[in-house]
């Protein structure tokens, strides 16, 4: 774990962790010894042993020169002894050799080039490791493997490489044949450095059942949770083995599902009241391709989820469903331009009933609309109609979408709900004929110049019918243009109207809601929550229940365990007894005011032990942040406007903003002491006078 860079695995962790081990009872250490087999350590007493020594031995490839080479782990663990030149080659394209080729550029190396057998496609990398190698200028060589290294004076001075093919659908340990005729010479490579692999240099007795393995050790290199899983498999596999108990089969080593007793996944309940039904947590899966049909349903359902409200549906209303109708502006925000099911409202109703027989537990909803021609009669049956058919189908909840960013420029018929007018007629005709016990969401986007209007018109139809249960949701994926290649033009890519989904747009969906929240409706957040904290911003902003869409696409619907676990515990560390605590807690002033945010200067510092030298904060735009000799930043107190954008963009996560000393204050950009007294003065007389306006508005709108 010490050979992986701090910016990948914080060394304050493994300390902890360390510390923790050896906090432990009747836990020992022993240093400086040397185990050549496991079976001696059962002749000294001891009952069973766990072998848990990773991959130790470095490979070779046995070309002259190789002698000279570096070894990954070596240099990684502790680069600074290790002065590699310029340019620098490393043979290997895994991570271990993502991580050396990182390490150098970040400690001055100019080109770096990875050699490797396979094409840059089939590195073992994840998707950030692949962008980290294109973000430092990697250059990768495919299909190439070295065949001597050159050495003058005990020193690397070169290497000879030749290119290689594979079989065709070779496998990973496939040998390479050599492409004839391609040997390349690289006189100016200064330092060779070697992430082939390794191997074990001691090796688990198969026949012995009171000698265990764990780790690397017995399947190959892993990553540290997954050796982490390993290991606690093993432990549990060598206290059954002690006590007498037959081992338990693992199907996959490195994956431990075994729980530590006394420890709790939830511990603060997530059970909560949504128009009076029960729900076992407050999130819900929106109504998308996640829940078009009795399958996904199911699936959702076997997760766990606590309620599903089926994709959008409906009866008189013409279905288009573009090809490829999915796109992604960046790994957490997506766009699509699918708007309903291409399921006739008929099987929907069936596939309902046989939700809700089935999983008789959980709140079976479902999502429909209609037309929106301006022929009032017409469009009001269909709107009706569509209610009827699925409150007779038994619905537990309905949603009517009127918020669909496909639809054009938001003038009417395009996307409702930007017209107060026409949502207020349209959810009208739904509530007079609604029942009053099933529940109806009407789903409302945020793209308009104020909700608070929206809000109101929709209030006060909902006052009209105060025996039925109603409510929007809100704020819906968010209107924008995305450009592809595309067969419609010829002079440039097609731009095509997409609805933005996904953590891009939660901060404009918290400020919906923020605005939202006072206005006497009871709310179902949706639109971009992407993790646990994003859906507690929701609840704290009044929601009664937040949907999801997006992260369950991307991770599967499993990824509910993992938000009710950070929900529950997050609920645990700030003293919150239950979700009804949670809710609202953030109102009623959940938005600081402008002028009451601080203009006091602090001033960017650095935590040298997290700092990993890379000097991308010296890119800062008021030129306040330099290295000094050891490559650590220090920053020019009257430069510095503490505007905190080198605190985000560190690394390493060791630059943050503190209060300025007293001769720091003095030099501070645009303000002496004595002027800053002056600002705050000011500042503080704007807040009373800015609260005295709020209050004649407040008084205003009342009356």
């Known amino acids: 774990c010490n050979t992986i860079p701090e910016d990948r695995l914080p060394r304050h962790l493994l300390k902890g962790d360390i510390a923790f081990v050896e906090s432990l009872e009747n836990v020992h250490f022993t240093f400086g010894r040397e185990i050549s087999k496991p079976e001696n350590l059962l002749e000294e007493g001891f009952h069973a042993v766990c072998v848990a020594v990773g991959l130790a031995r470095h490979r070779m490839l046995g070309i002259p020169g190789e002698e000279c080479a570096t070894r990954a782990v070596e240099y990684l663990w502790d680069p600074s002894k290790y002065d590699l030149g310029k340019k620098v080659a490393i ?15 970040q400690r001055g190396v100019e080109d770096v080039f990875m050699f490797y057998r396979r094409t840059m496609a089939e590195m073992p990398l994840t998707e950030k490791e692949r962008k980290t190698l294109f973000d430092y200028g990697i250059n990768i060589v495919g299909r190439t493997l070295p065949t001597s290294i050159k050495v003058k004076g005990g020193k690397v001075c070169g290497l000879t490489t030749q290119r290689v093919s594979l079989p065709h659908r070779s496998t990973g340990s496939a040998k390479t044949i050599p492409v004839p005729n391609s040997e390349q010479h690289w006189d100016d490579i200064d330092s060779v450095v070697y992430s082939i692999g390794n191997e074990p240099a001691l090796h688990v007795p198969a026949n012995n059942p009171a000698i265990f393995g764990a780790g690397d050790v017995l399947f190959g290199s892993s990553t540290v949770v997954e050796a982490a ?24 080593p490195v994956k431990s599902t075994w729980v530590l007793p006394g420890y709790s996944f939830t511990p603060v309940s997530l059970e909560c009241d949504f128009f009076g039904y029960k729900l076992s947590s407050p999130f819900l899966l929106s ?103 699925l409150e007779d189908a038994g619905a537990m909840i309905i949603e009517y979408s009127l918020s669909c960013p496909q639809g054009g420029d938001g003038s009417e018929g395009a996307i409702v709900s930007q017209n107060a007018e026409l949502a207020a007629k349209i959810i009208d005709w739904v509530m007079q004929m609604s029942h009053p016990d099933i529940p109806k969401l009407f789903k409302l986007t945020g793209a308009v110049t104020s909700i608070t209007p929206i809000c109101r018109a929709i209030k006060n139809v909902f006052d009209k019918y105060p025996h039925k249960k109603a409510g929007i949701t809100l704020a819906n994926s968010f209107p924008g243009l995305y450009f592809r290649q595309g067969p419609h033009k010829k002079e440039w890519e097609e731009g095509i109207v997409m609805g933005l989904s996904g953590e891009g747009i939660t901060p404009i969906s918290n400020l919906t809601l923020a605005s939202a929240a006072n206005q006497g409706l009871v709310i179902s957040g949706n639109g971009g929550p992407f993790d646990y904290m994003a859906a507690c911003h929701f609840l704290a902003l009044g929601c009664q229940t937040v949907q999801f869409c997006t992260l369950p696409t991307k991770h599967g619907v499993r990824v509910l365990e993992a938000l009710v676990e950070g929900t529950s515990h997050m609920l645990a560390a700030r003293g919150i007894k239950s979700i009804k605590d949670l809710i609202g807690r953030a109102l009623p002033s959940s938005i600081t005011d402008f002028m009451s945010l601080s203009p006091v200067k602090q001033i960017s510092s650095v935590n040298p032990d997290l700092c990993i030298h890379c000097g991308l904060c010296t890119d800062c735009p008021y030129l306040a942040i330099e290295l000094d000799e050891n490559r650590i930043p220090k920053f020019d107190p009257s430069l510095c406007i503490s505007c905190g954008v080198c605190t985000q963009k560190c690394p390493g996560d060791a630059l943050s903003l503190r209060d300025r000393t007293q001769a720091e204050r003095a030099v501070a950009p645009e303000s002496s002491w004595q002027t800053i007294r002056i600002a705050v003065d000011t500042w503080r007389q704007s807040v009373r006078v800015h609260r005295q306006t709020l209050q004649q508005c407040d008084v205003m709108s009342y009356l």
């Not at 093993?234 to 996959?252: F, K, T, W």
């Not at 037309?371 to 009001?380: A, C, G, N, Q």
Request: hydrophobic share 30%; aromatic share 8%; with cysteine.
């Open 229 to 252: 899983a390993y290991g606690k498999n093993m432990a549990n596999q060598i206290d059954r083995y002690l006590s007498g108990l037959v081992p338990e089969h693992i199907d996959r």
């Open 91 to 105: 043979i290997g394209g895994g991570p271990v050799g993502v991580d050396v080729a990182t390490t150098a550029k």
């Open 287 to 389: 109504a998308s391709p996640l829940t078009d049909g009795y399958g996904p349903c199911k699936k959702a359902y076997d997760a766990g989820w606590p309620c599903v409200i089926m994709k959008t549906a409906f009866d008189g209303v013409p279905i288009h469903i573009p090809n490829h109708y999915m796109c992604k502006f960046s790994n957490n925000t997506y766009g699509n331009a699918d708007n309903v099911s291409g399921h006739p409202l008929d099987r929907v109703c069936e596939e309902l009933k046989r939700l809700r027989k089935e999983f008789p537990d959980r709140l079976t909803g479902a999502s429909t609309g209609g037309p929106v021609t301006l022929d009032e009669e017409f469009d009001k049956r269909g709107w009706q109609s569509n209610t009827k058919k």
